[in-house]
């Protein structure tokens, strides 16, 4: 199993970008499909971005598709998530999970590593 830990949230403005950033221990973490999720209070956690084996295929959700990025680097065992043009509605707590799937899913219950979580916060 993988060990993860999110870092790179905090507090910006409407318009802003931020870089989170996701690294994982343990000898499973190149073999995993990847994948960021969010969670707003009172709502479900909800799939963002997910990556490959090889960081050669992706897929988003709608909400998120051509304002984040998702990239991996095996060989540091990190993962990263560039987000452009944040919005009020993208805060929440954002999460990295590790999966071994061998295609990008979106459902929570297909990822059996979960990082704690960094909060995400947008002012309007």
Known sequence: QV??????????????????????SGPTFARSTM???RQAPGKEREFLAGINLHGTNT???NSVQG??????????????????NLTPVD???YYCAAGGS??????????SSWGH???????S
Do not use: H
């Open 91 to 93: 805060t929440a707590v």
């Open 35 to 37: 994948a960021w999720f």
């Open 67 to 84: 304002r984040f990025t998702v990239t991996r680097d095996n060989r540091k065992n990190t993962m990263a998530l560039q987000m452009n």
């Open 3 to 24: 060990q993860l830990v999110e870092s790179g949230g905090g507090v910006v403005e409407a318009g802003a970008s931020l870089r989170l950033s996701c690294a994982a």
């Open 102 to 111: 061998p295609t990008i899913v979106t459902m929570t219950n297909y990822f």
């Open 117 to 123: 979580g960094t909060q995400v916060t947008v002012s």
């Open 59 to 61: 897929r988003y959700a």
